[in-house]
């Protein structure tokens, strides 16, 4: 799911919380109130109010109504046929007047047909409430009704249906208007929808002087109550603002009158917006997440208005609150995603947006490189390369025919071409090089940039081991400086024996699969045997012999390189010394990584060896290549001297290649010069190679060395070397790498059937 179950779990469970301690509620409050303004229920009629206005006050000498006048009116709306009158009054501060007698005879004879007001009031500064009955004067048989109800946010929401006043359980003025009782205590919640406009209301004074139409109060409860100003009974109604205390008696009235209300509470519409967000949250569902969640919220409101009119209560405040805090975490999951698929310096989606992906299908995955990156990321100053990023994607984008570029953060670039276009991919590949060979202009620089493609059509594999595959092609095309190469499935069995490298070395070295063979050096004036130099090879079980360029490359990677070197360098050691015990003093070259040489314990481990072989330092040779490497080094300078002043000797491997200069023979006295094969080898067809060679052996000479020449292939070539002056040779026209066993028998043959 998008959101963790631990994370849906604490917003239930806070969800729950805000459904126990009604801390949700404001937000039903809020909806009840904004629906019930948009009320337009007309009210039965069957309920009338008879008020004691402003108007009838003002019509009254001193503008206080006498128990009297009371009477008049009780006894003017009995006349015109009412069903029964309920007394909104409470007479006790009357009760001394000399005619309060004449309101209690005229309701007495009333009976069962009159229904009298219990106020119940809060006792000042305590939490106790005290009753106000009426007094007994007005018989046994008038009826007693509480008028009494709670605040909930200063206004009127529940009316009670039964009531206990001071002990004494009491229906209210709501239940015998709506005719339900209820044998224990309890509130109801009025229906808000009903206009106020619409409730019938005759004044008192217009009722006494008769100019009310006695039908409109015949077979009708009249509610008799006050509703001028001065008497302070004016309550807030959900959505009608303040409202006689009669018309929340008549509205409870008919609340009950048409149906019973029932509260389901918070539990079953947080239940079914739990219900809603699960099936939201689905792998399947969750791109729809936000409108799911909308539309869920829609339903809630809308449900509750719509259970509001069929006298159904409901609060919806947890559920929101469910829906609040999940899709804030899922807003948070998104936004952070959305971050981390997005290439923060281009703003185009990086790579694990494009493996997030459906599957690449028929697709071929096409990934681009920018050779030297890392190079003009350095050198451009400020925001040159965000303008340099900005640029290369903006000529990919022209250029990939309306698919979406990726862009990774090390100057990658990928993208999908539909299967129709396999066809034209070298052409089209082309037509991007080309759009690269015009340089690129940031602030005041022009920018040469250089771009590799690697491509993948392989139709197996998930999208992230097909993106990885096509990266590993353009990876291949920076190397070998080709403009695109294609993942080829050997490919991917390299890449499966590289991942392995380490632990298929440590097998190799004590399975024996890795050994040491040992190509003889002649002196090429004399034709004698003068040294030796131990390869590494590697026999292995299934692949079969491995190139040494290959694992030794690898080992460098994979920082195996040192125990390698070192399995050779004992070997070669153990070899040499078992030689010298046959009386032959033949030098043994090793050679050495450049890498090697920035292990301060190097010396001391090789000194380790010759003393434990008891073979002397002039013995062993030091071959060394990837000089550029030492001359950054102040330690590899430090373990070159070190390896001189121990008696080891110096050889500068592979010279004349891009690795070795003429200022590195000016720091390190190298005691032999090698001439790299690829010279040698084509010195008597390149005018070129042999003037390399002459050189290369009158600077040897010249710096008191030994010229070296490597890959002797022929007896012509042996000769021209003799000409040129050059010391020792090697190659397979004097003897090929063997096995120490095949050159110990070699080496016991008498002197004259050994030379060169």
């Known amino acids: ?320 609150f469910l829906v609040a805090a999940v899709s804030a975490n899922v807003s948070r999951k998104r936004r952070r995603t959305s971050a981390q698929r997005e290439n923060p310096v281009s703003g185009l989606p990086n790579f694990e947006a494009l493996r997030g992906q459906a599957p690449f299908g028929s697709a071929t995955i096409i990934a681009a490189k920018l050779v030297n990156f890392e190079d003009l990321a350095a050198f451009l100053p400020g925001q040159g390369s965000q303008q340099l990023v900005d640029q290369v994607a903006r000529r990919l984008t022209l250029a990939c025919h309306g698919t979406q570029l990726h862009h990774d953060l090390d100057g990658t670039f990928a993208w999908l071409v539909p299967y129709y276009q396999h066809s034209q991919i070298e052409g089209h590949l082309a037509g991007l090089a080309a759009l690269f060979n015009a340089p690129l202009t940031i602030g005041e620089l022009r920018v040469d940039v250089a771009i590799a493609f690697g491509v993948n059509d392989e139709f197996e594999g998930s999208n992230a081991q097909r993106l990885a595959a096509a990266l590993v092609a353009a990876e291949r095309a920076v190397r070998t400086r080709a403009l695109w190469t294609k993942y080829a499935p050997r490919q991917k069995e390299d890449a499966g024996w590289q991942l392995s490298f380490h632990s298929q070395l440590e097998d190799a070295l004590t399975g024996g699969d890795i050994w040491v063979a040992f190509q003889p050096q002649y002196d090429i004036r004399t034709h004698q045997l003068v040294g030796v130099e131990a390869l590494a090879r590697w026999t292995h079980p299934t692949r079969g012999p491995i190139p040494p360029d290959e694992f030794i490359v690898q080992a460098e990677k994979s920082q195996d390189i040192y125990r390698l070197t070192l399995f050779v360098m004992d070997q070669a050691i153990r070899s040499a010394a078992q030689l010298q015990e046959r009386g032959l003093r033949i030098h043994m070259s090793v050679n050495l990584s450049a890498t090697l040489l920035d292990h301060a314990d190097l010396v001391g481990t090789i000194r380790v060896m010759l003393t434990a072989h008891h073979l002397p330092a002039e013995m062993l040779t030091i071959e060394i290549t990837e000089t550029a490497q030492i001359e950054n080094s102040r330690q590899a300078r430090q373990t070159l001297a070190q390896l001189r002043r121990a008696g080891i000797r110096l050889s500068i491997d592979d010279y004349g290649t891009g690795q070795s200069n003429l200022e590195y023979l000016t720091e390190i006295e190298a005691d032999e010069i090698k001439i790299d094969k690829r010279f040698v080898m084509t010195m008597r067809d390149s005018q070129r190679n042999f003037e390399v060679v002459k050189s290369t052996i009158d600077l040897a000479h010249r710096l008191g060395a030994v010229a070296v020449a490597e890959g002797i292939e022929d007896a012509p070539t042996m000769a021209l070397l003799a000409e040129l002056g050059c010391d020792v040779g090697q190659g397979y026209h004097l003897g090929k790498p063997q096995l120490f066993s095949e050159l110990a028998a070699r080496l016991a043959t008498p002197p004259h059937s050994r030379s060169a």
């Open 1 to 320: 799911m998008i959101v963790s179950w631990r994370t849906l779990g604490l917003a239930l469970l806070l969800s729950i919380l805000v459904g126990v301690s009604t801390a949700g509620e404001l937000a039903d409050r809020m909806i009840a109130t904004a629906t019930s303004r948009l009320g337009d229920r007309p009210v039965s009629g069957d309920i009338v109010i008879v008020a004691l206005d402003d108007r009838t006050l003002g019509q009254t000498p001193g503008g206080s109504f006498s128990m009297t006048q009371y009477a008049e009116v009780i006894d003017a709306i009995d006349k015109a046929g009412a069903k029964r009158i309920f007394l909104d009054f409470f007479f006790d501060r009357r009760e001394s007047d000399p005619d309060f007698s004449r309101l209690t005879d005229t309701v007495r004879r009333l009976g069962d047909r009159a229904v009298l007001a219990v106020a119940t009031k809060s006792m000042p500064g305590t939490d106790r409430t005290r009753s106000i009955f009426p007094n007994p004067a007005f018989g046994e048989e008038a009826q007693l009704a509480s008028i009494a109800w709670d605040y909930e946010f200063w206004q009127v929401w529940s009316v009670p249906i039964t009531y206990v006043a001071d002990g004494r359980k009491l229906p209210s003025f709501a239940s015998l208007l709506g005719g339900k009782t209820s044998p224990e205590p309890r509130s109801f919640r009025l229906d808000l929808s009903y206009d106020t406009d619409s409730i019938p209301q005759y004044g008192a004074a217009d009722l006494l002087a008769g100019r009310v139409d006695p039908a409109r109060l015949k077979d009708k409860d009249v509610i008799f109550a006050p509703t001028a100003s001065t008497f302070q009974d004016a309550h807030y109604l959900p959505g009608h603002d303040l409202v006689p205390g009669a018309y929340i008696h008549l509205i409870a009235g008919e609340t009950l009158k048409r149906g019973n209300p029932v509260d389901i509470g918070w539990i079953p519409p947080l239940a079914a917006m739990l219900l809603t967000l699960l099936v939201a949250l689905l792998p399947r569902f969750q791109r729809w997440y936000a409108p799911i969640a909308f539309a869920a919220v829609g339903a809630a409101i809308v449900g509750k208005v719509l259970l509001a009119t069929l006298l159904v209560t409901s609060s919806i405040g947890a559920s929101l």
